[in-house]
C-alpha cells in the first residue's frame, strides 16, 4: 500500500472516530456510470495531465481513455487505454463509492487531446482538453476563484459558466480555498461538481484549501476534508504531512505555489516546514513570473480580523524573492492592493499585487472598512478573475458575475527594478460600497 493510501485511511479514520459513525453507515450507489469527472493541474501541464473520477462500490475496476483530439470520430480507434487506481471511500453521512485517478504522461505540449472514463457498458461522454505550451515565452489564461463555498449549485453555477464563457482556453482555473462549507458534506461536494460541471472536466483544476475545507480530529490537529485527496490528484512536492495541499506547479513561465493557511493558522509546526519549503522554491524559481495562492489573506479587507502569523511569517519572503501576484479569499469581499503596501524601507514600494476575492453568494458587508492598503474594493458582489500572462506583461481583470469588467491592471517586468501598476479601471464602474 502506498504512503498516500494509508495517509487517506488514517484521515478517513479519524474521520469516522470523531463523527462516531461507522463505514456502514453510508449507502451504497448503485448506478455504474461515471460522474464527479476532474481534470487536476500536475508539475508539468505540457506533458501530463491527472484526472479523478467517483463510481458506485461495485465497480471493481476503472479506466481511462486518452487520444489526439480529431474531426474524425474515428479518432476513438487510436486512444490508449488506462487503468486507474482505486479506492473505496465511506462517509457516515452519504454514501459509499469508489474513486479512481490517474496521470497520463508523455503527452505533446499545446496539443488538444480527447478522453473518457469509464469501463464496460459504463463510459463517460468525451472531453476535450489542451496541453500547455512547452515554451516559458507563450502567452496564456488562467482563471482565479474566491471563495465559492454556500448555495453552490443555485449561485456560483453562474460564475462559473461566465468565467468559461470569458476564457474558454484557460489552461488553469484556481481556487483560493472554502470550496465548499462543510469538510465531510458529501452532498456539497456533489453541487460544487454539478455547478462546474463539464468545465470541471476540461480545464485543469488547482485547489489550494480553506479553513472550511478542514475538520477537526480528536487528538485536537486539523486535516484537510476526506474527500480532498480522493477526488484530486495533485501535485506531491510539497512538505510533508501536508501532500496535495501544498505544492507547486510550472506553466508556461510562471510557478503557481499554493499554501495551506489553514494549517500555517493553527500548527506552529506546519507554519515553519511551509516557510522552509516556500523560501526553497522560491530561491530556486527559474520562471519569470510568481503566482502564489492560499485562504487567509496577508491583509485582510474585514476590519474584525489581521492574519498576523501569515503576514510576519510569509510576506518577507515575498518581498525578497520578488512574488508577482498574491491570490487570497476568506473575506468574503474584494480588495486588491500593491502601491501603498507597507515595506520595510522608509521609500520602498511593494512589487508585489495583493487581491482578495468572493466567487460564492456569502457576503461580508459588516466590519468590511476602506484601507489604506487598498486601491479598489467591492462589496455584496460575486466576482471571477482572468489573467492573461505574457513574458513581460501580466493583465488581470476582474469580471462581476453577470459579465461586466469592474476592475483592472496591468503588472510590467522591468529589468532592476520591481514591477509597474497600470490601473485600467473600466470608465464609469464605480466602487460597490
Not at 465559492?148 to 480555498?177: C, H, M
Not at 530561491?283 to 489581521?306: A, C, L, M
Request: charge should be neutral.
Amino acid at each position: 500500500m502506498s504512503a498516500k493510501s494509508k495517509q487517506r485511511i488514517v484521515g478517513l479514520l479519524f474521520f469516522v472516530a470523531a463523527c462516531n459513525w461507522s463505514p456502514a453507515a453510508g449507502q451504497e450507489l448503485t448506478d455504474s456510470l461515471p460522474r464527479r469527472i476532474i481534470l487536476n493541474v500536475t508539475e508539468n501541464l505540457a506533458s501530463s495531465v491527472a484526472i479523478n473520477w467517483q463510481t458506485a462500490g461495485q465497480v471493481k475496476a476503472s479506466f481511462a481513455e486518452l487520444a489526439v483530439a480529431d474531426a474524425d470520430p474515428r479518432f476513438v480507434e487510436k486512444a490508449i487505454r488506462k487503468k486507474a487506481a482505486t479506492e473505496r471511500v465511506n462517509l457516515g453521512d452519504t454514501v459509499s463509492s469508489n474513486y479512481h485517478s490517474l496521470i497520463f504522461d508523455d503527452l505533446i505540449p499545446n496539443t488538444k487531446y480527447a478522453y473518457r472514463v469509464g469501463g464496460g457498458n459504463n463510459w463517460s461522454e468525451w472531453f476535450h482538453f489542451v496541453t500547455a505550451s512547452d515554451k516559458p515565452t507563450d502567452p496564456f489564461q488562467f482563471i482565479y476563484f474566491g471563495d465559492v463555498q454556500v448555495n453552490i449549485r443555485s449561485l456560483w453555477s453562474r460564475v462559473v459558466r461566465e468565467a468559461f464563457a470569458k476564457a474558454p482556453n484557460a489552461r488553469l482555473q484556481l481556487y483560493a480555498g472554502d470550496l465548499i462549507n462543510r469538510a465531510n458534506r458529501d452532498g456539497e461536494w456533489a453541487d460544487w461538481f454539478a455547478a462546474g460541471g463539464f468545465i470541471h472536466s476540461m480545464i485543469p483544476g488547482l485547489p489550494s484549501p480553506g479553513n472550511h475545507d478542514h475538520f477537526d480530529l480528536p487528538n485536537g490537529e486539523r486535516a484537510a476534508a476526506v474527500l480532498w485527496r480522493p477526488q484530486f490528484n495533485l501535485p506531491l512536492n510539497g512538505p510533508e504531512g501536508l501532500e496535495e495541499t501544498c505544492y507547486f506547479v510550472d506553466v508556461q513561465g510562471v510557478r503557481f505555489i499554493s499554501l495551506n493557511s489553514d494549517q500555517a493558522e493553527e500548527s506552529d509546526h506546519y507554519l515553519e516546514i511551509q516557510r522552509i519549503w516556500l523560501e526553497r522554491i522560491l530561491e530556486q524559481n527559474p520562471n519569470t513570473w510568481t503566482v502564489v495562492t492560499f485562504h487567509h489573506p496577508i491583509y485582510s479587507p474585514k476590519g474584525t480580523r489581521d492574519n498576523k502569523r501569515m503576514r510576519e511569517t510569509f510576506k518577507p519572503l515575498f518581498d525578497r524573492y520578488g512574488v508577482d501576484l498574491v491570490l487570497q479569499g476568506h473575506d468574503h469581499t474584494y480588495a486588491r492592493g500593491m502601491g501603498k503596501i507597507p515595506m520595510g524601507g522608509k521609500d520602498e514600494v511593494s512589487g508585489t499585487m495583493y487581491v482578495v476575492s468572493v466567487s460564492g453568494p456569502k457576503m461580508t458587508g459588516n466590519h468590511v472598512e476602506k484601507k489604506s492598503w487598498m486601491d479598489r474594493s467591492a462589496i455584496y458582489t460575486q466576482l471571477f478573475q482572468i489573467v492573461d500572462v505574457c513574458p513581460q506583461k501580466l493583465s488581470f481583470k476582474a469580471y462581476l458575475a453577470t459579465g461586466e469588467l469592474y476592475d483592472a491592471f496591468d503588472l510590467i517586468k522591468q529589468e532592476g527594478a520591481i514591477n509597474k501598476l497600470v490601473d485600467r479601471v473600466p470608465a464609469g464602474m464605480p466602487e460597490r460600497q
